[in-house]
């Protein structure tokens, strides 16, 4: 897609919804990304934060984007939906690695910057932002993963402030983030409305957890919670409104779980269709086979639409249009399964290569399949955009 010197051939169009500012912003975070970053993530450890590959994407001038000007960040205010997708496409086209450390940096903090005390915003945005604290967003249970209203972990009041008691799983940058969104019920029984958000400093006394290894390399593990204490200052909006603090950050990220598929998918359809010309056979390329021109062709297509749908859905957050709902759920759900199925083709295109342990279509084909669960799994976005075709 990008005429930046990582990709020189095959370029798809790029979306007309887009300015010429953002493509600069995404065609420099792709190249800060090949020639700076990836080469820091490959230095760590797999499947744990990578502390100074924050730092970089900090010093390198990405991760302000995510935040606002006041708080050592780079935006007006909030972090723009269009931006946010443009930086985890362009940078899950390099290093999946980065992307993900990026965009975990928002998730985890969002709550905060939303929702915080102006001490607590000032206490964590400037830190996270600068890439010298790691953030985590701890929602999902066990028991409550789709069906988050589940959740069990409890706060009971204790003095001025509460005492916390549960285990959370899945949780990204867990158990070495610095600080935690946490989610739990205040009020029992009463559903959605019991839940409350609150900002867990990671060395809190009480905390603990362990890593959990994944088909890809992603740092996230389990975090317990035995009766932690948080003081009522670090509750993140109201008692009882948890479910709307969580949702608030998860509609402005949720596009950009689209972006970031995309950003695989590109790889993968540009993998494949410098491949094609290299390898011979049969007295020619594998280009010059019709049914392997025609799969290029059908990639490029549903990556074409699949980017569309996710930077029309960005758009419309930004502005504030109307059916962002049915837009947000078509985007995540159609470029996630989307860029699945590139990846695969790209496999198949590749034969037994791509199948050995470190190549990139190996690494794409294990780190695609996440992002169809997490954030809203596919099959629960449908039932969201079925709820959306009446009324
Ligand atoms: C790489 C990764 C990173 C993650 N990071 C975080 C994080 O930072 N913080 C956090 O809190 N969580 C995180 N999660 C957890 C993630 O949000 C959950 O995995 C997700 O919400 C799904 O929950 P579950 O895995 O328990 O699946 P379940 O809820 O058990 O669902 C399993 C399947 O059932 C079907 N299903 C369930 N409900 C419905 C429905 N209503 N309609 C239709 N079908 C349905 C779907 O096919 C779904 O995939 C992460 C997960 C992964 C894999």
């Known amino acids: 897609m990008a005429e930046s010197p990582m990709s020189p051939i095959a370029p798809l169009p790029w979306p007309a919804i887009l300015d ?3 493509r600069a912003l995404y065609d420099r975070a792709r190249r800060i990304t090949a020639e700076v970053l990836a080469p ?25 984007y995510l935040f606002p000007k006041d708080y050592g960040g780079r935006q007006p205010e909030r972090v723009r939906a269009t931006d946010l997708c443009l930086l985890r496409d362009a940078i899950a086209t390099e290093s999946t690695e980065a992307e993900t450390a ?33 953030a985590g967003f701890a929602l999902s249970e066990a028991a409550a993963g789709s069906d988050v209203v589940a959740m069990e972990t409890t706060a009971e009041r204790d003095g001025d402030g509460y005492r916390l008691s549960g285990e959370k799983l899945w ?3 867990a158990p070495e983030a610095d600080v935690y969104s946490v989610f739990a019920r205040t009020a029992p029984g009463e559903g959605s409305r019991g839940i409350t958000a609150f900002a867990v400093p990671g060395d809190s006394p009480g905390l603990g957890g362990d890593w959990t290894e994944l088909l890809a390399h992603h740092p996230i593990g389990s975090l317990t919670l035995d009766g932690v204490f948080v003081p009522e200052g670090n509750l993140l909006g109201e008692p009882g409104h948890g479910m709307r603090v969580a949702l608030k950050t998860l509609s402005r990220f949720r596009p ?26 049969f007295g020619g390329s594998l280009r010059n086979l019709q049914v392997v021109s025609h799969k290029l ?10 980017r569309l749908a996710v930077y029309d859905a960005a758009a419309a957050f930004d502005r504030g249009d109307d059916r962002l709902t049915f837009r947000s759920s078509a985007a995540k759900a159609l ?25 990139p279509l190996e690494l794409l084909y294990r780190e695609v399949r996440a992002p169809r669960i997490y954030e809203g799994a596919t099959d629960v976005q449908l039932e969201i955009i079925a709820r959306e075709l009446t009324g």
């Open 20 to 22: 010429d500012d953002q």
């Open 297 to 306: 062709a059908d990639m490029a297509m549903r990556l074409h639409s699949a």
């Open 40 to 64: 820091i993530a490959d230095t760590g450890q797999p499947g744990r934060v990578n502390r100074p590959l924050l730092r970089a994407l900090a010093t390198e001038d990405l991760l302000p």
């Open 335 to 359: 470029a996630t399964e989307t860029a699945q199925s590139i990846v695969d083709d790209a496999v198949q295109l590749h034969g037994a290569r791509a199948l050995v342990a470190g190549h």
């Open 102 to 134: 990026l965009a975990m940096q928002g998730l985890g903090s969002y709550p905060i910057l939303e929702s915080g005390s102006p001490e607590l915003v000032e206490r964590w945005i400037p830190e996270v932002a600068a890439g010298r604290a790691v």
């Open 256 to 281: 950009s779980v689209g972006a970031f598929a995309v950003g695989m998918g590109q790889a993968a359809f540009e993998l494949a269709n410098r491949h094609v010309d290299e390898r011979q056979a």
């Open 171 to 173: 949780i990204s940058n």
